[in-house]
C-alpha cells in the first residue's frame, strides 16, 4: 500500500473555495481509480467524487457543479476543487486509492489518506 497525504484543509466562509491536494510517494495515479470521501460529525462516509485513468468523472448529487476532481500524474497528487462551499460541506476529507472500479462505493478503495478538515461558516 502506498502512503497518501492530504492537505488544504481549513475554514472557509459559505460561497467560498477551497482547494485539497492528496500526495502519493509513487506514481499510482496513472493507472488507478481515484476518490474523495468525507464524513460529517456524526455521520458515515459518504463517496463526493471519483475519476478513472482514463479521466471519466462519478459524482455525488450534492457536490456536481461545485467540485471537481483533478489529477497530474507528473506530480503524483489528486486535487479536490471545491466551490461554492455551503456550511453542510463541513467534514473530514479523505481522499483514496487503489480500486478497480471507479464509481463512489467506500468498499472499493484500499488505500486512504489519513483526512483533512474542512470548516465552513455561514
Known amino acids: 500500500q502506498v502512503p497518501l497525504v492530504e492537505s488544504g484543509g481549513g475554514s472557509a466562509q459559505a460561497g467560498g473555495s477551497l482547494r485539497l491536494s492528496c500526495a502519493a510517494s509513487?506514481?499510482?495515479?496513472?493507472?488507478?481509480?481515484l476518490a474523495w470521501f468525507r464524513q460529517a460529525p456524526g455521520g458515515v462516509r459518504e463517496g463526493l467524487i471519483s475519476?478513472?485513468?482514463?479521466?471519466?468523472?462519478w459524482y455525488q448529487a450534492s457536490v456536481k457543479g461545485r467540485f471537481d476532481i483533478s489529477k497530474d500524474n507528473t506530480k503524483n497528487t489528486l486535487y479536490l476543487q471545491m466551490n461554492n462551499l455551503k456550511p453542510e460541506d463541513t467534514a473530514v476529507y479523505y481522499c483514496?486509492?487503489?480500486?478497480?472500479?471507479?464509481?463512489?462505493?467506500?468498499?472499493?478503495?484500499?488505500?486512504w489518506g489519513q483526512g483533512t478538515q474542512v470548516t465552513v461558516s455561514s
Open positions: 483514496a486509492a487503489e480500486s478497480d472500479f471507479c464509481d463512489l462505493r467506500e468498499t472499493n478503495y484500499a488505500v
Open positions: 509513487t506514481s499510482i495515479y496513472a493507472s488507478q481509480c
Open positions: 475519476i478513472s485513468p482514463d479521466g471519466t468523472r
